[in-house]
């Protein structure tokens, strides 16, 4: 949350170790998104219906600036149930106290009301409409994924809604709903949780328990029956519209009123094992914060890092009307290519030259996974290669392949860490996405930020994202080196490319 000039993080957190368990809500509070001051956990296992762990939730500012917390509580039971946290002094810039009130939990699962105690957590930011604030939990039934929704006058008395906001057969748990309204107008601006009315489309995510990745549908909320109905945008099941189509997980927006924006960020874990976990002591990084808004397409949503990023970026380089034939690759030098910041936009053939595509490759990774980065198509492979060692025996692969279906192009946009490390027992799954462009223009253009053992990118203006946790073995520090290829059949040309090296951040 934002709060009197303080942005306030709260995470999931073993205090004891590196692996799941002993779950207390961490806080840091930071200024501008980037540089972060931990502070004592905010909420930790302390009264009966909590103490076997205080899992995830969100916070609400109510009338007055008063903010509280809602989270998930396990109790003696060991039942999931909906608890609520305050702060214990206001007057305190961290607000680094939390109380929990006598009244709680709040909202609990019974056989009167039908909700397993076993599949009931995550409660949203609440939103105030007719008289009622209101809270959505994810929930299931069988393997239906629900968003139940309850509603209260005073934020105290919690009463369940006849029926669940949305819901989805053959989902499974839904994890870490979130519930938000976009501006129609295309324009980067947020809204405040509890707008509503013309001009205004909501987006609601979930995570899936059953696969570790998140979709989320663009519709609308009819108030009056407390019913979201998405427009059909995209699927309404796991082949649907992600955030990202990597690693990236129990994600969540906040509306940052300083700003005027909406803030997403999501949680990457690990690629390599348990065991590495332990002997590095620590597991799981948080991606860079990103502004979401609705695409002028009303399809979908775009996404862009937080402008902030932008003040760690040292010096810089810049490359224009870079030709690249067929199956070279081009050095971008005077940056330190293990921490940097790349943005580089495209000049493609024309599209009669491109690939007829096949209907049948509905799914986007198996098509990444089939057409690697080495395998030459006609307009494409093209992209960036990554932490990449000199002789290329190990780098990660971020690119673009384009088709076409009748007139109509059709882009896939992947992320190959097949040769991302000489370790064997690190995962190296192959990412893929559709990117929804028309091309018109003939220009495809691609950011990535590099950190390391991180990669995030976003395709054609943050259409369509992709993080990678990399753990390359030669590629490091200063021998990780940053490419520019194509290893298509057609000559692609960079009509511009700029990067940065990035200083570090204060992170706790």
Not at 20 to 37: E, R
Not at 83 to 89: C, G, L
Not at 200 to 224: A, M, N, P
Not at 286 to 299: E, F, M, N
Request: charged share 20%; proline share 5%.
């Amino acid at each position: 949350m934002y709060y009197n000039g303080f942005y306030h993080f709260f995470y999931q957190y073993n205090p004891y170790g590196a692996v799941w368990g002993n779950i207390v809500w961490a806080h840091s509070v930071s200024k501008d998104l980037i540089n972060w001051k931990p502070l004592k956990p905010a909420i930790f296992p302390s009264k009966p219906f909590d103490i076997n762990g205080c899992w995830s939730g969100s916070a609400t500012i109510l009338p007055g600036n008063k903010p509280v917390i809602l989270y998930t509580g396990i109790d003696t039971q060991n039942r999931q149930v909906q608890n609520i946290a305050v702060p214990k002094d206001l007057s305190d810039p961290y607000l680094v106290e939390w109380e929990k009130p006598d009244h709680n939990p709040l909202m609990v699962p019974t056989q009167e009301n039908g909700v397993n105690a076993s599949s009931f957590r995550d409660p949203t930011t609440a939103w105030f409409a007719d008289g009622h604030w209101k809270v959505l939990v994810g929930n299931k039934r069988r393997k239906r994924g629900m968003a139940l929704l309850y509603r209260s006058k005073d934020f105290k008395h919690w009463v369940k809604a006849k029926h669940p906001l949305h819901s989805s057969k053959d989902t499974g748990m839904w994890e870490c709903p979130d519930f938000y309204p976009v501006s129609e107008d295309g324009r980067r601006h947020g809204l405040d949780t509890s707008i509503t009315g013309n001009g205004v489309k909501h987006v609601l995510k979930v995570s899936l328990d059953d696969t570790k990745f998140e979709y989320y549908t663009v519709g609308r909320y009819i108030r009056q029956f407390d019913r979201y109905v998405p427009q059909n945008t995209s699927a309404d099941d796991a082949t649907g519209l992600r955030y990202d189509y990597g690693k990236f997980y129990a994600s969540k927006t906040v509306f940052d009123q300083s700003k005027n924006r909406r803030v997403l960020w999501g949680w990457m874990n690990e690629s390599d094992s348990v065991n590495d976990d332990i002997s590095k002591g620590w597991a799981g990084v948080q991606a860079i914060p990103r502004t979401v808004w609705l695409d002028t397409s009303g399809k979908q949503l775009l996404q862009w890092p937080v402008e902030e990023i932008e003040s760690l970026r040292e010096s810089g380089v810049q490359m224009h009307n870079t030709h690249i034939s067929p199956g070279q690759h081009v050095k971008v030098q005077g940056i330190t290519a293990s921490q940097a910041d790349v943005e580089v936009t495209f000049d493609l053939p024309m599209l009669e030259n491109a690939e007829v595509f096949d209907s049948q490759w509905t799914n986007p990774q198996h098509l990444c996974n089939q057409k690697d980065s080495k395998a030459a198509g006609s307009i494409g492979p093209f992209g960036l290669l990554i932490l990449a060692s000199e002789n290329l025996d190990e780098y990660s692969a971020v690119y673009f392949r384009v088709f076409k279906d009748g007139n109509k192009p059709v882009v896939v946009m992947c992320s190959d860490q097949s040769r991302s490390t000489l370790r064997p027992e690190v995962d190296k799954t192959t990412y893929g996405g559709f990117v929804d462009v028309d091309l018109k223009d003939g220009k495809l253009s691609l950011r990535s930020l590099i950190d390391h053992s991180i990669i995030e990118s976003f395709g054609a203006g943050g259409k369509t994202c992709m993080t990678a946790r990399v753990y390359p073995t030669k590629a490091l520090g200063e021998k990780a080196n940053l490419f520019a290829f194509n290893y298509g059949r057609q000559p692609v040309t960079i009509s511009k490319l700029e990067a940065w090296s990035v200083s570090k951040a204060i992170i706790n």
